[in-house]
């Protein structure tokens, strides 16, 4: 892949871009925004690469349209991974937020003038990661920015920012790509799965292509049929709550009740809509017999189980055994029987 272009759903806020750096009137404080794995971090960088690119400003930038070059010497620097002219921000390796004295240095580094560019481009991700004392000390930096440089925040948490960051950042929408396009995307990355076993990851994924693409790599989708297979035989009566624990246990809660709660509520959409409207293909195949037959009451009632499940999952103090246990125990008594 063009690891200087962004991804092709991202190709209108990088037209926007483009036009601002035509006008020459690029705003000093950009905050990237979008949701988990929507490319955010790729599309950060390809832009810090066009900014730095010495190409990307000759009569050939026309032709790149507005693309690293990849070749001059600002782009062999970029992917050495030693440019002076751009400087990254991000939680320390062991912890989950940057602190002030982080922000701090940084600042002293984004306010020195461009050494090898014409610019420098300083990224800070994930930005809600600052602490808001950290926060408050990048706020005059934003407001009265060194002459040739640009800030990059980016978050999928545009809200957990505070409101004077935001209001001094030009905001920047990056959205996840429609279905079509992430399934188009993704059989160009690997033709290997079919366009079904794409469409699967790409549930289990959120709708995420680019995790969907991880997904592909690892065993995520074997450890999910799996635990499908014990939910189902529970449901179907064919497995004791006790022996479907055993399988749950081998996962880690979010997760578990994660695709425990999904399920639930698709066998709820069958039940109440229609079979033809489930989303997930697992349940769909091997339940479907038994779907007009399940106890909507009770689906509703595992829903509120599992959401507070969730909740509680957190808090240290309770015992998952136990709990994992009476969820199981209420999955049995899910089909009506017919008299
Ligand atoms: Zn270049």
């Given at each position: 892949m063009d690891n200087q272009a962004p991804y092709p759903w991202q190709q209108q806020s990088w037209e926007l871009l483009q036009q601002y750096v035509h006008r020459g009137r690029l705003p000093h404080g950009l905050l990237f925004n979008g949701p988990a794995e929507c490319g955010k971090k790729h599309f950060a960088q390809s832009f810090a690469e066009a900014v730095l690119c010495t190409a990307n400003r000759s009569e050939d930038a026309a032709r790149q349209?507005?693309?690293?070059?990849?070749?001059?010497?600002?782009?062999?620097?970029?992917?050495?991974?030693?440019h002076p002219d751009l400087v990254i921000l991000a939680p320390p390796e062991d912890k989950k937020t940057i602190p002030v004295d982080a922000v701090r240095e940084f600042i002293q580094d984004a306010t020195l003038?461009?050494?090898?560019?014409?610019?420098?481009?300083?990224?800070?991700?994930?930005?809600?990661?600052?602490?808001?004392?950290?926060?408050?000390?990048?706020?005059?930096?934003?407001?009265e920015p060194a002459a040739n440089n640009?800030?990059?925040?980016?978050?999928?948490?545009?809200?957990?920012?505070?409101?004077?960051?935001?209001?001094?950042?030009?905001?920047?929408?990056?959205?996840?790509?429609?279905?079509?396009?992430?399934l188009q995307w993704l059989q160009q990355q690997q033709q290997r799965p079919q366009q079904q076993q794409w469409q699967e990851l790409l549930n289990c994924a959120a709708?995420?292509?680019?995790?969907?693409?991880?997904?592909?790599?690892?065993?995520?989708?074997?450890?999910?049929?799996?635990?499908?297979?014990?939910?189902?035989?529970?449901?179907?009566?064919?497995?004791?709550?006790?022996?479907?624990v055993a399988v749950w246990n081998e996962e880690v809660s979010e997760v578990l009740l994660k695709w425990l709660y999904e399920w639930t509520l698709d066998l709820l959409r069958g039940r109440q809509t229609g079979v033809e409207n489930m989303r997930d293909l697992l349940p769909v195949r091997v339940l479907s017999d038994l779907i007009p037959r399940l106890d909507a009451g009770k689906l509703i009632a595992l829903i509120e189980q599992l959401i507070s499940l969730n909740r509680g999952m957190g808090e240290r103090n309770l015992n998952r055994q136990m709990q994992l246990e009476a969820l199981a125990v209420s999955f049995t008594g899910l089909v009506v029987v017919q008299k």
């Open positions: 349209h507005g693309k690293a070059c990849g070749k001059c010497h600002s782009c062999l620097l970029l992917a050495a991974g030693n003038t461009p050494q090898i560019a014409s610019s420098r481009v300083c990224v800070i991700v994930p930005a809600d990661a600052m602490t808001s004392e950290a926060a408050n000390s990048l706020l005059k930096t934003l407001e640009h800030m990059i925040l980016v978050t999928e948490h545009v809200r957990h920012l505070p409101a004077t960051i935001r209001s001094r950042c030009q905001i920047i929408n990056l959205p996840l790509p429609t279905q079509e396009q992430s709708g995420a292509p680019l995790r969907a693409l991880s997904f592909e790599k690892s065993d995520i989708m074997q450890r999910r049929q799996q635990l499908f297979n014990s939910f189902a035989a529970l449901i179907n009566g064919q497995q004791a709550p006790l022996s479907a």
